[in-house]
Nanobody, 121 residues
Framework: QVQLVESGGGLVQAGGSLRLACTASGSISSVNGMGWYRQAPGKQRELVAIISNYGTTNYAESVKGRFAISRDNAENTVYLQMNSLKPEDTAVYYC???????????????WGQGTQVTVSS
């Protein structure tokens, strides 16, 4: 009933930039927090950035000052602007959203399929 679709991943050289976008669609009443996680080979999935429905943000220490998360509540879309990319940013990036489905009195987490970000040196 709810789908999260990511776009914007790809291959970029170190120092470059990418902009990820994720749109939640389907039978949605409202969306609470949204964010991005990533998982590199051999590592646990980790939080990159999250943003509440009122704009409060949190970032992983490793991306502070380089990445910026934003959202368009009217479009149920979250963005991640990634600047000054480093090879260690290479990972599959997953979109996350805490969603109230239409007619539901509770919310639950939804995840996108993931998009590959590869930063070459």
């Amino acid at each position: 009933q709810v789908q999260l679709v990511e776009s914007g991943g790809g291959l970029v050289q170190a120092g470059g930039s990418l902009r990820l976008a994720c749109t939640a669609s389907g039978s949605i009443s409202s969306v609470n927090g949204m964010g991005w996680y990533r998982q590199a080979p051999g590592k646990q999935r980790e939080l990159v950035a999250i943003i509440s429905n009122y704009g409060t943000t949190n970032y992983a220490e490793s991306v502070k000052g380089r990445f910026a998360i934003s959202r368009d509540n009217a479009e149920n879309t979250v963005y991640l602007q990634m600047n000054s990319l480093k090879p260690e940013d290479t990972a599959v990036y997953y979109c996350y959203a805490d969603v109230f489905r239409s007619g539901s009195f509770y919310s639950r987490d939804y995840w996108g399929q993931g998009t590959q970000v590869t930063v070459s040196s």
